[in-house]
């Protein structure tokens, strides 16, 4: 029953709550999660986003995504903090129809089979190459590697995902193998 009900929830947020969005077969989201974009967010197969997670930026997602509870992928520049004799609470922001400031069209790009982890923030513009891992807790402010595993703040690679060139090439020939079965 509790599993019928997370795909009518699922499905409520998918044809529903976000049809303005494009989001690919086999989607899930745990509750309480959140999505905006200002002009596009595409999500690809097989996605599965955590609870309490929000994704609040221009993005595209590739396929066989998981983003695990608590994480946030957002905006660098949402209110011109540089606006004179303008509090930044009153500032522009970047929901205003006429915002003209800084990460005006920036998209955030997620590769495919890529996993965030816990509690991970994910800043716009960033991209997120496919095979990537982002450990629990990390803030990823510029773009990542193919096939390798980034944490801290900010995030910085500190290994490959696969011990050997030959194990990352194996991995993708198979997983290509599966996807076009």
Same mark, same amino acid.
């Given at each position: 029953?509790?599993?019928?009900?997370? +795909? +009518?929830?699922? +499905?409520?947020?998918?044809?529903?709550?976000?049809?303005?969005?494009?989001?690919?077969?086999?989607?899930?989201?745990?509750?309480?999660?959140?999505?905006?974009?200002?002009?596009?967010?595409?999500?690809?197969?097989?996605?599965?986003?955590?609870?309490?997670?929000?994704? =609040?930026?221009?993005?595209?997602?590739?396929?066989?995504?998981?983003?695990?509870?608590?994480?946030?992928?957002?905006?660098?520049?949402?209110?011109?903090?540089?606006?004179?004799?303008?509090?930044?609470?009153?500032?522009?922001?970047?929901?205003?129809?006429?915002?003209?400031?800084?990460?005006?069209? =920036?998209?955030?790009?997620?590769?495919?089979?890529?996993?965030?982890?816990?509690?991970?923030?994910?800043?716009?513009?960033?991209?997120?190459?496919?095979?990537?891992?982002?450990?629990?807790?990390?803030?990823?402010?510029?773009?990542?590697?193919?096939?390798?595993?980034?944490?801290?703040?900010?995030?910085?690679?500190?290994?490959?995902?696969?011990?050997?060139? =030959?194990?990352?090439? +194996?991995?993708?020939?198979?997983?290509?193998?599966?996807?076009?079965?």
């Amino acid at each position: 029953m509790i599993q019928f009900l997370k +795909l +009518l929830r699922d +499905l409520w947020y998918k044809n529903v709550i976000w049809r303005k969005y494009k989001i690919g077969k086999n989607f899930h989201c745990g509750r309480d999660t959140f999505l905006w974009a200002k002009d596009r967010l595409e999500i690809g197969d097989n996605f599965y986003l955590g609870k309490h997670s929000s994704i =609040e930026t221009n993005c595209v997602i590739g396929d066989n995504v998981i983003i695990a509870n608590h994480v946030g992928i957002v905006g660098r520049y949402d209110h011109n903090y540089q606006q004179i004799g303008v509090p930044v609470r009153l500032a522009m922001q970047i929901r205003d129809e006429n915002y003209d400031w800084k990460g005006k069209g =920036e998209i955030t790009t997620i590769g495919d089979d890529v996993w965030i982890g816990y509690g991970a923030i994910i800043m716009s513009g960033v991209h997120i190459a496919a095979g990537s891992i982002i450990a629990a807790g990390s803030i990823v402010t510029h773009d990542t590697e193919p096939y390798s595993i980034n944490a801290g703040v900010p995030a910085k690679k500190i290994r490959s995902r696969f011990d050997t060139k =030959e194990n990352q090439n +194996l991995h993708i020939k198979l997983v290509n193998k599966h996807v076009k079965t």
